[in-house]
DNA sequence: CCAGGCAACTTGTCACTGCCAAGATTGGCA
DNA sequence: TGCCAATCTTGGCAGTGACAAGTTGCCTGG
């Protein structure tokens, strides 16, 4: 914990999380590189492969991290299944890099059990806020399920992709409030 | 077109992106090599260089193409609503190495008019597509084509991302058909 | 108190990549 | 025919991920 970093840094797991997130959010995840973040950390370049194996590791611990925050977003965003929706699109704004890394496949080994077990708890945070709408628990509950995700990450993405014309505003939960009510009304 | 190269190649341009088509199918836009391509291609390492200058420059051209190809497709749909959703989601997983690169900004230069024309090109045709559906020319058009394309675009990606359950089958197309009348029952 | 074991980190190296500069080759056009 | 511009090659540099082997320091058991 103090300023001069001995031998041992302390904390280098959680402090190469932290800037893999901030470095991820300026440029992407293809730019990302182990060795800048050992440079920022302070340690040296093959460090992080103590922690993480390798380039793949450090993103799936990413990847878990980012199922549990979506999982606690969408238990805090209340009862109602528009709020939820609006709170997945605002987990997507807000943790941008984690969010992105979810569901980039490829990145990260997502059949590692930690990833598993953190990605049904976010499913089942959604599940749940599904279930407590009496409109959504219609004849088809698997379908509902899937057109709600559908409508509220498509939405998130396509904000996050810059591809949505200006029209849209700059506020992606105002926007979000627009558009979700559509799929219930 | 002889099957000894000569010095010049004469369709080294149309080669490369084709490759670099496979190559994102199989390992994902992330590992993409300019060098693998070239390889592949049967020239010097660096060719490519020369007709995209680099790197976020063949990937630009693939997008500006992948967005002409969606244009198509949904043209192709028909004047139906569902099946111009259902055109799309089997646009991205036909196409997914065109699919990922064109919705992932940092990879490409998507300012480009090279770009912009052809995505212009293709919410034209979707927007299209919705203007001719009863349904949807509802009292908000804009938020209904934003809805309309944040469902299809949802599902797909959600299908390309491997985070669905496994109960939702095996055929995207199928399982995209039931669940975008969600939308305008 | 201290021996040793183990986790955290370093140093060194290799193959690979993107990018740049400079040169070689060729087809087409005046 | 001669030249020129587009196309492609060769060579090289800095940066990267991964691996191997060594170093440091903490912590526990005796």
Chains 1, 2 share one sequence.
Not at 47 to 70: I, V
Not at 75 to 86: I, Y
Not at 120 to 149: F, G, K, M, V, Y
């Amino acid at each position: 914990m103090s300023a001069t970093k001995a031998y041992h840094h302390g904390d280098l797991r959680r402090a190469l999380l932290a800037s893999a997130v901030d470095a991820i959010a300026e440029s992407g995840p293809a730019a990302l590189s182990l060795r800048d973040l050992a440079r920022r950390a302070g340690v040296s370049h093959a460090a992080p492969a103590h922690h993480f194996g390798d380039k793949a590791g450090l993103l799936t611990a990413l990847a878990a991290q980012g199922f549990d925050l979506l999982a606690e977003e969408l238990r805090q965003s209340g009862t109602d299944l528009l709020e939820a929706g609006v709170g997945y699109v605002r987990f997507a704004v807000r943790h941008r890099a984690h969010f992105e890394v979810m569901f980039a496949p490829g990145l990260y080994r997502r059949d590692l059990p930690e990833v598993t077990a953190a990605r049904d708890r976010a499913t089942a945070a959604l599940r749940e806020a599904i279930a407590r709408n009496p409109d959504a628990s219609a004849s088809d509950p698997q379908a509902t399920r899937l057109a709600t995700w559908s409508i509220v990450h498509g939405f998130a993405t396509l904000w996050l992709s810059g591809a949505l014309p200006a029209e849209v505003g700059t506020d992606p939960e105002t926007a979000a409030r627009n558009v979700i009510p559509l799929l219930f009304r």
